[in-house]
């Protein structure tokens, strides 16, 4: 029973025991007790409305009006009645395509539906179709809208669908539909209240600690059984269906096909045995390929029902006989499930020379068109070549609904097929021509952001690629499919997969005569921004950026002596994604000057929308980094009001900065107003992964440290819809730093508690400590810091500080990177003095008398205050403080003792180290032998962190501290103290390179969890 049903039942027996208790009724008896409890299934259904229990998911096929009884009780002999404990128990079922596996499995889940709380269809005959329809599981089991949405990483997907199964608490169903073994094992669920059920024609791969069930051909009772339901007969001519199934050979699709041709052609059983005749003569032609194990009578069905159905186009008109064939054979090399009809007809028929425009996939006009594509399709499901299925997900809401209709061929139908259309037709044009009808498709589904489009078309883009390879069909069109595909899985965050398509494109362009030059140079520009994105790609001395754009600068610089718009927008692309590259560290002096080079010949050209788009992208990137918030959003803004709704990739860029900027700028319900821009197109097969990634890092950052540190619900909520709609475990998933893995954790869990509170955290961030962030990278620190904040919080150990306007963690990033510090080291009688000039307001810095201290102050201040009542916070001394330190602002003695924090030198070099090895100052610093000695003769070190006392601030031969600012900064926040251990002082050879504190250093060794 479902939640609701089984909820309502209990409710019943609850009202009737509490109706008894109170009446004068001496007792209930267990009898009758059970009889209220036995509701019939309808009275359920009625009460509740639909049914909850034995609810079938995925696209299921269709339930066959023949039973096959020995086979139903092999599959239910594999499922006992009581599984043993928590272990998934697997039944496949083997046999060749076309015997009946499918239907086997559909006839179990009608029989036994009720057995189970969910049953989940899967088609497994690809990787593509597991990770969707993995994906499509996920989103029914957490209840989540499955929005135009990414693997997403294949592990995470699949692990995340197998940890959901294992928590279920009642019994479920998964079938895997047209399994091949070695791709679909790791797939398999193991752990939980369940059963698997495998369709294969794989038989010998599969290990023999799996149930099998042999599925072979029907037996004579269950093929007469099928013809008379196809045929309509119910009794009589019994032996004429005999002889048809014997004829037959019993295999089922061959039953189908011939059932099929009989009824088109209005043949009456008598007439069977001439048919029969024409069967037996065509399968001994030595013409008929058939495929190893199958039956010939098969292929001959399937070629006199081919050949039917062209005469029966024939009879109505040449044209259509043609339309069928070419419709027919070039269905034969997309993928079997969900052929769009419009996509095969357009393929077949629609020469590209024809094609107006450059984008937007060619559907035909049904009622102005002399195509023929619905008596097409009807000739086809008349003799149970195809059956209609689920249409594809609509471009938008005005789109043409026909349009996205799609067919399902036979496997098996589409390998025959193709031989037969090898023979008579001009294969390699017509493969070229479906390359540009399915690229054009697919490049319309991602323009448009409809990412499960775009998955969905993308399978069968790869289909017509892999043919095409294995056919060697080289020209521009199947050229420029592998470079759309290349996008697509770009798009989706797979970076090796997009890199290898590249290439090919590119090796096969240079191996046509004819071969497109613009092609070749937009093919360039991708690898090289690939290259430049992620270096280790690069596996040849040709893998590099500059080997790629520098014949592209010469291309654009004659470009724009014929076409001055398209070379700007090149220009533009190539500019700003060597400058980007730059910013982020690429700074080599090739790719400097290259840069300038192109930004030169962008500035002569005039400038066009779309290279304006560009160049504003990166202007508003760049004020961002400047912390120039309000500048970027009005520069984003007015440029999106000439953009409207569209969602091309600079755009959607382009409104990725702006809620960055809103963020920035505290404008969080403007920000959440622009999000909802994005959150279409930011969903679980999303094409977009990039700038999805950066709006999930660098907004989520900004939102925890905001509501970590000043409590700004406003932030949590903005998160929480951000969470809400971004698939996190795919962006997770091409990520290699366990650290960086759990900021994605970080901003579930946060997502979790603004749902479900305390509990929602804890639950989504057990076992992870704040320092767990930290690894020793510069960008480390600001996440340690927002998650110190946010856990304080959430234990409601951080007291409320108010609105503020905080400073862009992003500056907290490059302060970190830069952990060079100023020092001074005064021994234990200085600092006694020093205390004496503070009066009474140093008695809460003495600690113990013998420790020498170390001043150490950073070198940049990143300090928030509250305008309203002047309260500060300086945000590094917040973050060493969640870390271990003490705030100098507490009123009892701060010098207490941290644990695992150390001070030591080197030469001339003072560090500060964490617990777990993370640098958080050094500064050049000789120490004297005095104070060495000691700091030898304690063991340990008072340190004062923070500001105060202007180390930064050269002085001529002057000591003194400036008391004032001192007090001033213990006063508000921006000084803090511990007492850590003291790790000695190493000699330094003369040869050894220094770190100057330019960057972090890694940790020493394994962290220990609290």
Not at 234 to 254: K, M, T, V, Y
Not at 261 to 285: H, T, V
Not at 518 to 532: E, F, H, K, N, Y
Not at 602 to 625: D, H, K
Request: glycine content about 8%; aromatic content about 6%.
């Amino acid at each position: 029973m479902g939640e609701r049903s089984a909820g309502l039942l209990v409710g019943y027996l609850l009202d009737e025991i509490h109706a008894r208790a109170a009446s004068d009724t001496s007792g209930w008896l267990l009898s009758d007790f059970r009889q209220e409890s036995l509701i019939e299934d309808e009275a359920l259904l009625q009460a509740l409305g639909r049914q909850d229990w034995g609810a079938i998911y995925g696209p299921v096929t269709p339930v066959p009006d023949v039973n096959r009884p020995p086979l139903l009780k092999g599959i239910e002999s594999a499922f006992p009645e009581l599984p043993d404990g928590r272990v998934v128990r697997t039944c496949v079922l083997t046999g060749l395509s076309g015997i009946g596996k499918s239907s086997l499995a559909s006839g179990y889940l009608a029989k036994n539906a009720h057995k189970y709380d969910l049953i989940l269809w899967i088609e497994a005959g690809s990787q593509e179709s597991l990770v969707m329809s993995f994906r499509k599981v996920a989103a029914h089991l957490t209840r989540a809208p499955d929005t135009n949405s990414a693997t997403e990483d294949a592990t995470l997907v699949r692990e995340r669908v197998h940890s959901l199964l294992a928590a279920l608490p009642g019994r479920w169903l998964m079938v895997f539909d047209d399994a091949k073994p070695q791709e679909v094992y790791e797939w398999l669920p193991t752990l939980g209240r369940g059963d698997v059920l495998v369709t294969s024609t794989d038989s010998a791969a599969w290990s023999r600690r799996y149930n099998k069930v042999s599925v072979g051909s029907m037996s004579i009772d269950e093929a007469t059984s099928l013809i008379r339901n196809r045929l309509g007969v119910h009794a009589g001519e019994d032996r004429q269906i005999h002889s048809l199934a014997l004829g037959l050979e019993c295999w089922p699709l061959a039953l189908e096909l011939a059932c099929g041709y009989i009824e088109s052609c209005n043949m009456s059983l008598a007439g069977a045995g001439e048919y029969l005749d024409s069967l037996k003569r065509r399968a001994l032609g030595d013409s008929l390929s058939v495929p190893r194990g199958y039956p010939r009578t098969l292929v001959a069905a399937i070629h006199l029902s081919m050949h039917h159905i062209a005469e029966l186009a024939r009879c109505e008109d040449e044209g259509m006989r043609h339309a069928l064939i070419q419709i027919v054979g070039i269905s034969c090399y997309f993928s079997p499930q969900r052929i769009p009809i419009h996509l095969a007809t357009v393929s077949a028929l629609v020469h590209p020379d024809d094609v107006e425009g450059d984008s937007g996939g060619v559907v035909v006009d049904e009622h102005g068109s002399d195509l023929p594509i619905r008596e097409v399709i009807r000739l086809l499901t008349r003799v149970s070549f195809v059956r209609y299925d689920a249409p594809l997900e609509r471009l938008s809401e005005r789109s043409n609904v026909r349009a996205d209709d799609t067919v399902t061929l036979n496997s098996v139908v589409q390998e025959i097929l193709r031989n037969i259309f090898r023979v008579n037709s001009p294969l390699p044009d017509l493969l070229s021509q479906a390359a540009f009808h399915a690229e054009r498709w697919l490049r319309e589904a991602l323009d448009h952001g409809v990412g499960l489009r775009a998955h969905e078309l993308s399978i069968h883009a790869g289909e017509l690629a892999h043919h095409a390879r294995t056919l060697n069909v080289r020209s521009n069109h199947t050229a420029l499919l592998l470079g759309n595909l290349g996008s697509f899985h770009h798009s989706r965050g797979n970076e090796k997969l997009s890199f290898e398509l590249f290439n090919l494109e590119l090796d096969w362009l240079g191996k046509i005569a004819d071969a497109n030059e613009l092609l070749c140079i937009q093919t360039r520009i991708s690898l090289a921004t690939l290259l430049l994105n992620n270096p280790s790609l690069a596996q040849r001395q040709e893998d590099s950026p500059l080997t790629h754009l520098a014949p592209v600068l010469d291309y654009v610089q004659l470009l724009a002596q014929e076409n001055q718009s398209s070379a700007a927008f090149l220009a533009a692309e190539c500019a700003f994604t060597l400058q980007q590259a730059i910013l982020v560290g690429c700074e080599v002096p090739a790719i400097s000057k290259l840069a300038d080079d192109f930004v030169e010949l962008l500035n002569r050209l005039p400038e066009t929308p779309a290279s304006r788009s560009i160049t504003v992208s990166f202007e508003v990137g760049r004020l961002i980094g400047e912390q120039r918030a309000g500048e970027a959003v009005v520069l984003a803004k007015d440029e999106l009001t000439n953009w409207k709704k569209a969602v091309t990739a600079p755009i959607v860029e382009l409104r990725r900065l702006l809620v960055e900027a809103l963020v920035l700028d505290q404008k969080w319900d403007e920000a959440a107003e622009e999000f909802q821009e994005l959150a279409p197109l930011f969903g679980k097969h999303t094409i977009h992964h990039t700038s999805a990634f950066l709006m999930v890092h660098n907004v989520g950052l900004h939102c925890a440290m905001h509501w970590g540190i000043f409590g700004a619900a406003e932030a949590l909520a903005l998160l929480a819809e951000v969470m809400s709609v971004v698939d996190s475990e795919h962006l997770k998933s091409g990520i290699g730093r366990e650290a960086e893995k759990r900021r994605y954790i970080l901003l579930e869990a946060l997502a979790a508690y603004a749902q479900s509170g305390v509990e929602g955290f804890e639950d989504k961030f057990d076992g992870i400590d704040p320092q767990d962030f930290d690894s020793g990278e510069a960008s480390d620190v600001a996440w340690v810091l927002a998650a110190s904040a946010a856990v304080a919080r959430v234990q409601g150990r951080t007291k409320k500080i108010g609105p503020n306007h905080i400073t862009d963690p992003k500056k907290l990033m490059r302060a970190a990177a830069d952990t060079e510090a100023r020092c001074r080291l005064i021994t234990a009688a200085e600092f006694d003095g020093l205390l004496t000039a503070l009066g009474k307001d140093g008695s809460k810095f003495v600690g113990p008398s013998e420790a020498p201290v170390a001043i150490i102050e950073p070198r940049y201040m990143l300090g928030s205050m509250r305008k309203d009542t002047g309260e500060k916070i300086e945000m590094q001394v917040f973050g060493i403080c969640a870390a271990g330190f003490h705030g100098a602002h507490q009123q009892n003695e701060i010098f207490s003792f941290s644990p695992g924090w150390l001070l030591k030198a080197s030469g001339d070099e003072v560090t500060l180290v964490d617990g777990q090895g993370g640098l958080w100052a050094v500064a050049r610093e000789k120490p004297s032998r005095t104070w060495i000695s000691a700091a030898n003769a304690s063991g340990q070190v008072r340190i004062l962190y923070g500001f105060g006392f202007d180390l930064h601030i050269e002085r001529d031969g002057a000591k003194d501290f400036p008391v004032t600012n001192f007090a001033e900064a213990a006063q508000e926040g921006f000084l803090c103290a511990a007492l850590v251990r003291w790790g000695g002082s190493q000699v330094v050879p003369p040869h050894a390179k220094k770190n100057r504190g330019r960057a972090r250093t890694p940790k020493k060794g394994p962290k220990r969890r609290k």
